[in-house]
């Protein structure tokens, strides 16, 4: 008795998985046919994603459509076939589609869009390095306007540690980004 490649499943004649359920012949129920296939689907698909999440989705959406053909799938000789070719190109149609989604985003945008989202990025890296306290301040006094006995009470230090702040904030980004006003 042979085994099916990665199913630990006994074929029969016809290739099938013999054990859980799974014949060549049609199987009674699509609740049957899920139960029978779901395992080995699911594995054949992880090892061509390499992504458990993504194989999920594949899978369900190859079990969705046999769900919505279940009158004529369930006919089939092999309705195993139906199931294991939805999932072959619903990852080949996801494969595509992320590989043409570089050049679409590329097309469509000019090189304003990627200096203005390369500079908001370096902004965020710098504001990440700074000291809590001055991020806070700095955050709350430059970008939200609210004065430095506001931002004290928010904090909870005083006005002229807010202005302290500030300052040494103010200059570590001037060095971290450059002057970029000019």
Not at 7 to 36: D, I, K, L
Not at 46 to 61: D, F, H, K, P, S
Not at 168 to 180: E, I, K, S, W
């Amino acid at each position: 008795m042979d085994v099916v490649p990665g199913t630990g499943q006994a074929a029969t004649e016809h290739g099938g998985a013999a054990s859980r359920g799974a014949s060549a012949s049609p199987p009674v129920s699509f609740v049957e046919f899920f139960e029978a296939w779901r395992q080995p689907l699911f594995r054949a698909v992880y090892l061509m994603t390499g992504n458990r999440e993504e194989a999920e989705e594949i899978v369900q959406e190859a079990f969705v459509r046999v769900l919505e053909r279940w009158d004529r799938v369930a006919a089939m000789e092999r309705p195993e076939g139906y199931l294991f070719r939805a999932a072959m190109n619903l990852h080949r149609n996801r494969r595509r589609s992320l590989l043409r989604a570089p050049r679409r985003a590329s097309e469509g945008a000019s090189a304003d869009e990627f200096t203005r989202a390369d500079e908001r990025d370096a902004v965020a890296r710098a504001l990440a390095a700074l000291p809590p306290r001055q991020r806070a301040a700095v955050v709350l006094t430059e970008l939200f306007d609210f004065s430095a006995e506001e931002t004290g009470g928010m904090l909870g230090i005083r006005a002229g540690t807010v202005r302290a702040h500030v300052h040494q904030a103010r200059r570590t980004l001037r060095d971290a980004l450059g002057d970029r006003d000019g």
